[in-house]
């Protein structure tokens, strides 16, 4: 799982706000979280928006969705 490893660089919170972010998003999307092609890089879009300042899971999964979305579409 993308956030199965834990890096000091965030506390055991936000790793679970990113990980909540990440399940939010692939639920909406109808994929597994662990298995499918695009889990990594979803998580990673997770990762880059937390670290741009979002803090709500709900709307870094939005986001993260309309992103693959528009991916999905090229």
Request: charged share 25%; net charge negative.
């Amino acid at each position: 799982m993308p956030f199965s490893r834990r890096d000091e660089q965030y506390t055991s919170e936000e790793w679970n706000c990113m990980q909540q972010a990440h399940m939010i998003a692939s639920t909406m999307l109808g994929r597994d979280i662990k298995t499918h092609e695009h889990s990594d890089r979803a998580a990673r879009m997770v990762i880059l928006l937390f670290g741009q300042g979002l803090r709500d899971p709900q709307e870094i999964a939005l986001q993260v969705v309309n992103r693959e979305l528009e991916l999905a579409s090229e």
